[in-house]
């Protein structure tokens, strides 16, 4: 039997918006009141998600306008095939911060992941393993090396008591900095040619990486939002002491959530191998940064508690359409930085608004 104090455990659930059918079983058998939160979408414009993708749709038209290239099969490509690494990375961020914390080491992931499933797949192509036994082993190493340095980052905080901030920066630092030292600052070549044959778009502009993503989309927005490992981490993020009151084991979760966001950075860093044709060591070079936007711009508070991964997706689509819409408008694509400013000012405003108006009701 779970004690717990009411009150603090109901907090934990409801902050954010965060409260379930379930949690609110739980909360009224604590005897707790429950009160309904207030609608977030009283009309279709108010609804975050339809807003972004608006904003994504009015992109588009905007660019094409401009270019008409634009509006092609061949760009929207090019654009979803950046999204599908950067939008694995920023879901696996958006969990980490829905509990609570940051993971700055998903960029050092991806490129250190990749360096080390490039020597490997060198190593056995040149020994005469099959093309997709290799490739298969490729995978294999990239989501070995993402989990045990998401493992080494929950371990940091659990133990060693380091901030999120901090123990991930350490990751960061000596991922990076340990990619660098094996290659010399060169990419590996040299791997199987198989891996070239995944890139191209295979079912119009949906590439097989691409197909995969959108598995991978749909099968976290269960686990997030329809499973007891969202319900965690949502309380986690919440308040992670209402939570540990409630029974939850909070450092075993915590563990969990850095070694998905691992585990999502080193598929992502695989993919980055297919679409570059070798390993290189500063290919997730600011991507904490991206993934981190596109958090925030799909709506996700990085005090935890709140976020949807439809909003970190879309989010994340916006991002590499701006990158793209610049590029081919000829505009420096360094303005990429003051748009995407722009539109986290924008949604944290946005955010801010519907806390005050939820504190208010």
Not at 4 to 31: K, S, Y
Not at 141 to 169: D, E, H, Q, R
Request: proline share 4%; aromatic share 8%; hydrophobic share 55%.
């Amino acid at each position: 039997m779970i004690r717990c104090n009411p009150g603090r455990f109901a907090a934990g659930l409801t902050r954010g918006g965060c409260m379930t059918q379930t949690d609110t079983h739980v909360a009224q058998a604590a005897g707790t009141q429950v009160t309904e939160a207030p609608s977030r979408a009283k009309t279709l414009f108010s609804n975050q998600q339809f807003l972004l993708f608006l904003v994504w749709v009015l992109m588009v038209i905007g660019f094409s306008l401009i270019n008409h290239i634009f509006f092609s099969v061949g760009v929207a490509e090019n654009v979803l095939a950046d999204w599908a690494p950067l939008v694995l990375i920023a879901l696996g961020e958006l969990v980490v911060i829905i509990g609570g914390g940051i993971d700055l080491s998903v960029g050092a992931i991806v490129g250190f992941s990749g360096v080390i499933s490039a020597f490997t797949m060198k190593s056995l192509h040149g020994s005469g393993v099959s093309g997709p036994a290799t490739l298969v082993v490729g995978i294999a190493v990239c989501v070995l090396v993402g989990l045990l340095v998401g493992l080494v980052n929950s371990l940091l905080i659990n133990y060693a008591k380091l901030v999120p901030f901090i123990a991930t920066l350490v990751t960061l630092g000596a991922c990076s900095g340990l990619a660098l030292v094996f290659t010399k600052g060169a990419p590996v070549m040299g791997g199987p040619p198989e891996a070239i044959k995944l890139a191209p778009a295979w079912l119009g502009p949906f590439s097989g990486p691409v197909l995969v993503v959108l598995l991978v989309v749909a099968v976290l927005w269960l686990f997030v939002h329809k499973a007891r490992f969202g319900r965690y981490t949502f309380a986690i993020g919440s308040n992670s002491f209402a939570a540990r009151a409630a029974g939850i084991n909070v450092k075993r979760h915590i563990m969990r959530i850095y070694m998905l966001s691992g585990l999502l950075a080193g598929l992502a860093g695989f993919f980055f191998y297919i679409r570059l044709g070798s390993g290189a060591p500063t290919s997730g070079l600011g991507n904490e940064l991206d993934a981190i936007a596109a958090v925030v711009i799909g709506g996700a508070a990085l005090t935890g508690g709140v976020g949807r991964v439809s909003g970190t997706v879309l989010g994340a689509l916006i991002l590499t359409t701006v990158t793209s819409g610049l590029i081919i408008s000829g505009v420096d694509p360094q303005w990429k930085r003051v748009v995407v400013a722009g539109l986290i000012a924008i949604a944290a405003t946005l955010q801010a608004l519907r806390k005050r108006e939820g504190a208010a009701a």
